[in-house]
């Protein structure tokens, strides 16, 4: 694909949507540099080459993610991309499909870039559903805003893959990882060692149920659960288990990738020396405890000492993690526009830090 | 000149030999990734292929600083010169100089970086020295601890220049700019628009004579003063002015690039949004203020927050403003061996903003 001009928004494609991706729908809406061309999830898929409105979007990603199966309809959107002269599949753009993905992929021309906001269960789906995309098209940018070691080793793995498709992916690219690690790498360059890296968050959400696949990735962390024992748990069982703690889910020794992008950007020697925790509340907005990540020291004068990055108690998770993302995303092609292939981790656009 | 390998430590060439330029030979000789081999200031320089050691160094730089006009002498380290084969003048490694500069730019082909350590009066210095090296040697890497917006600015001019010379100029990179602007850039992540970035630093230094370049940018910000006022400043004369004042400067609304630098990365509109101010202390190392920075925003919700980033007390202004640079150094050289040249600033090399 050819390098566009930066001038011209960067059209994304977005993979999922759920809580997160309406969430970036909207903030993608609120942007002049970006612009939203698709959606999809395992039921249906929209697209438009002149952006998805807001209004449409709306209500579409409710009619996806509940399940949409009505006949391929023609919307206000299709007349106007007819009007364009884009080929999309029998001049429809909002449509149920058996294989929405597969929809995409054959229209792949139409967008430079791919926020993957698919939910993280089971660790396999995200790297499977990329490969597909990496097989079919080059040249595009990619960003994840994955949370697990495992998930984001998994992403790495696809390297070699990713530059011979001329691409960039950026991994770990939300609030934690992402921003607070992004930070600990700025907190990092202070140092002549790191001790530890220490992050602490915390997550307010009114109502669970428009965050059904981050509340499961959360219940995953809970000693005696794992992914496959969250992931297969209903509704009604997350109720009953979140009626047991108040609402509130504490959690300690995160398996974050934080540890693995922190060792890689060579802040830490060993990943036991990060340590990602916090306590989510899904019956208050209001966060149960202040975000910080929090990283100590010694100097080269032989101090100890700690630097903090403090996340505002007024901002929600959908901010700190898809603001993130996007601006991942736009070094991603920025790097691309430069010949700079491969996969990144979200501690690996920054200053280095020199060993 | 063709890239060495990341594997191999990044050979520094080190401009300045003040309080900054020693504390930043110390640090460079506790990395295994970089290597000093180079140092020059009006009077002399000194080189080495092999680095220059510890011992050396710290005898060395005091001779440069002080005025050093001894006839040019062989040391243990022209001998291991001598014994590699590396060509240096005279067999010499240590020598005073009229033009110590001319010096290091005739043996330009041993090292990969710069680092300028000079001081910042007048702005027009250090744009003039990074022409000389410019126009006589492609490949370098380049980065520099400016401060003033004015200065800064000068450097972008030479984008161009640095360009054609295949080479990397980064700037603004020490605590503030630097760490801390970088730091805004991170914070504006969560945020649709930034209302404000404030910067209020505070340095502790025990003894003012071991930074009298520094001391003089800060006296140059105060009422009634000038840059060129600061710099004709006789010892005596900062000694009485800190006489009145206990000691501490206090700043306010300085001219200091975060303001440029958080402009071009899309940070903020205005440069008025961003406000820089600290305390120096010459009397006590201890910090007479902690310094912070806090980025103030209205997330895509309409929430207005703010994000800080706090710097631990005990971190000396050397360990903040040296550790950054050599951090922006390895992702300069990193940039440079695949092909992206041109001049960035500290605010640049990180996730961008998505406006």
């Known amino acids: 694909m050819a390098a566009r001009s ?7 494609a977005m993979l999922g949507c759920g809580g997160l991706g309406k969430a970036a729908a909207q903030i993608i809406g609120m942007k002049r540099e970006c612009r939203l061309v698709a959606i999809c999830d395992s039921t249906g898929y929209a697209l438009d080459p002149d952006g998805l409105d807001t209004e449409t979007l709306a209500a579409l990603t409710t009619d996806i993610a509940s399940g949409y199966r009505r006949p391929a309809r023609r919307s206000p959107l299709a007349a ?8 999309t599949a029998s001049g429809l753009d909002i449509a ?11 229209r ?66 939300g609030a934690t990882p ?27 959400i009114a109502n669970w149920a428009q965050h059904k696949a981050t509340i499961r990735e959360d219940i995953a962390h809970l000693p005696g659960y794992t992914v496959e024992r969250a992931k297969a748990m209903t509704d009604a069982e997350v109720d009953a288990l979140l009626e047991q703690t108040n609402g509130r889910l504490e959690l300690h020794h995160m398996e974050h990738a934080d540890d693995l992008l922190l060792e890689r950007a060579g802040v830490v020697d060993r990943r036991a020396q ?51 993302a996007l601006g ?9 526009d430069r010949g700079v292939h491969g996969v990144f981790g979200s501690t690996e656009v920054l200053p280095m830090v020199m060993r």
């Open 178 to 204: 992402g921003l607070l690690s992004a930070a600990a790498v700025l907190a990092a360059q202070s140092f002549i060692t790191v001790e530890s890296v220490e992050i602490w968050w915390g997550v307010g």
């Open 328 to 336: 991942y995303l736009k070094r991603g092609a920025w790097l691309r």
């Open 96 to 106: 149920a499909a058996d294989d929405p993905l597969q929809e995409l992929l054959e």
């Open 6 to 12: 930066l001038q011209e928004p960067i059209r994304i």
């Open 108 to 173: 792949a021309e139409l967008f430079d870039a791919v926020f993957v906001a698919l939910p993280n269960l089971p660790n396999e789906f995200i790297p499977s559903v990329t490969q597909r995309f990496l097989r079919r098209s080059t040249g595009l940018v990619y960003v994840d805003v994955l949370k697990r070691t495992g998930a984001v080793a998994q992403m790495y793995a696809l390297d070699d893959q990713v530059q011979r498709a001329r691409s960039v992916y950026l991994t770990g690219c």
């Open 274 to 324: 990060v340590e990602v925790g916090g306590v989510m509340d899904t019956r208050h907005a209001r966060k149960p405890v202040t975000t910080t990540m929090t990283l100590t020291g010694i100097t080269f004068e032989g101090r100890r000492s700690s630097h903090r990055f403090v996340l505002g108690d007024e901002t929600t998770m959908a901010a700190n993690v898809i603001g993130p």
């Open 80 to 87: 106007r991309s007819a009007a364009a002269g884009v080929a």
